[in-house]
């Protein structure tokens, strides 16, 4: 099987970047809410919320995701 590189992009892309209608993002170990409600998930671990803004991954301590 041959795989343009357009599609094996767009194909990894969405096999590791998930949305989640209902999210919460930990600044810390402590608990502190960066952001509740709807994010992205992108596969380099940045968290993009429906403004726009980009979560750093080292900014993030964890995503609730139920």
Do not use: K, N
Not at 4 to 16: K, N, V
Not at 36 to 63: D, F, K, M, N, Q
């Amino acid at each position: 099987m041959v795989v343009a590189p357009d599609s094996l992009w767009q194909y990894l892309t969405e096999l590791f970047e998930h949305e989640y209608d209902h999210a919460v993002v930990y600044a810390d170990a402590e608990q502190t809410v960066l952001h509740e409600g709807p994010i992205r998930l992108l596969a380099t671990g940045w968290v993009e919320l429906p403004s726009g803004r980009l979560l750093s991954p080292s900014a993030v301590h964890h995503v609730d995701t139920d």
